[in-house]
C-alpha cells in the first residue's frame, strides 16, 4: 500500500555537524509535506513545510528538499545542536473521499554527541 | 493560549473497560484529528473531523469511536479496552487539512495522554 517511511531509524552526530533526515513517500498526488520534531513525553512540534510545487525552502538552521521524481523528502539541520535530539518524523498532506489528512511516517531519533 | 487541551494526561484501564479521551482546542479550527503513538513508533490516524457533526475514519478505527457535537471538542471512546490500545494518544486541530497558515503551523497538537490496559 502507500506510505510515507523512512530509511534510517537512527542517526548519531557530532555537536555542530550537519544531520541529513530522509523520508521517501509513495503517494504521488500528496501536495503537502510536513517535518516534525517530537522530543521525549512530548507532542510532535512543527519545524519545516513544503508545497509539492516546491523543490526547497529553507527556515532557521533547517532546510527541506523535496525530490518528486524519485519521491523522496530530506530535513537538513545546520550545525547540530545538542537540542537537536529528538524524533523526527515527515508527514504528508493525503487526500481522501474529498477530505485531506495527514499520515505520519515511522520517524528517525536523531542523537547529537559532544 | 490554551490551545489544545487534553484529558486525562495518564489512565490505567482494566481489559474491557471503556473510558474517554478529552479533547478541546479554543483556536476555533474545524479539523480535529486523533492519533496514536505506539513505543518507538510514528503517529497513526485513528479519526478526523472536518467539522462539527462530521468524522472520518483514519488509518486504524477500529476499537474506538468518536463524535462531534461542538467545533470544540472532539472526544476518542474506548468501548472494550483491549492490552493492544496501551499507548500515547494525541488529539491536534488545524484550520485546513494540512494546508499552512500564515504562521507556518499548521496542526497543532496537545501534550498527549498515555494509556494502559491491563
Known amino acids: 500500500g502507500e506510505s510515507v517511511g523512512l530509511h534510517l531509524p537512527t542517526l548519531s552526530v557530532q555537536e555542530g555537524d550537519n544531520s541529513i533526515i530522509n523520508c521517501a513517500y509513495s503517494n504521488s498526488a500528496s501536495d503537502y509535506f510536513i517535518w516534525y520534531k517530537q522530543e521525549s513525553g512530548k507532542g510532535p512540534q512543527f519545524i519545516i513545510d513544503?508545497?509539492?510545487?516546491?523543490d526547497k525552502r529553507q527556515g532557521q538552521r533547517v532546510t527541506v528538499l523535496l525530490n518528486k521524481t524519485v519521491k523522496h523528502l530530506s530535513l537538513q539541520i545546520a550545525a547540530t545542536q545538542p537540542g537537536d535530539s529528538a524524533v523526527y518524523f515527515c508527514?504528508?498532506?493525503?487526500?481522501?473521499?474529498?477530505?485531506?489528512?495527514?499520515?505520519f511516517g515511522a520517524g528517525t531519533r536523531l542523537a547529537v554527541h559532544p | 493560549n490554551a490551545g489544545v487541551t487534553q484529558t486525562p494526561k495518564f489512565r490505567i484501564l482494566k481489559i474491557g473497560q471503556s473510558m474517554t479521551l478529552q479533547c478541546t482546542q479554543d483556536m476555533n479550527h474545524n479539523y480535529m484529528y486523533w492519533y496514536r503513538q505506539d513505543p518507538g513508533m510514528g503517529l497513526k490516524l485513528i479519526y478526523y473531523s472536518v467539522g462539527a457533526g462530521i468524522t472520518d475514519k483514519g488509518e486504524v478505527p477500529n476499537g474506538y469511536n468518536v463524535s462531534r457535537s461542538t467545533t470544540e471538542d472532539f472526544p476518542l471512546r474506548l468501548e472494550l479496552a483491549a492490552p493492544s490500545q496501551t499507548s500515547v494518544y494525541f488529539c491536534?486541530?488545524?484550520?485546513?487539512?494540512?494546508?499552512?497558515?500564515?504562521?507556518?503551523?499548521?496542526?497543532?497538537f496537545g501534550e498527549g495522554s498515555w494509556l494502559t490496559v491491563v
Open positions: 491536534a486541530s488545524s484550520y485546513l487539512p494540512g494546508a499552512p497558515d500564515d504562521s507556518g503551523n499548521t496542526i497543532y
Open positions: 513544503i508545497r509539492s510545487n516546491m
Open positions: 508527514a504528508e498532506n493525503r487526500s481522501s473521499g474529498g477530505y485531506n489528512k495527514l499520515i
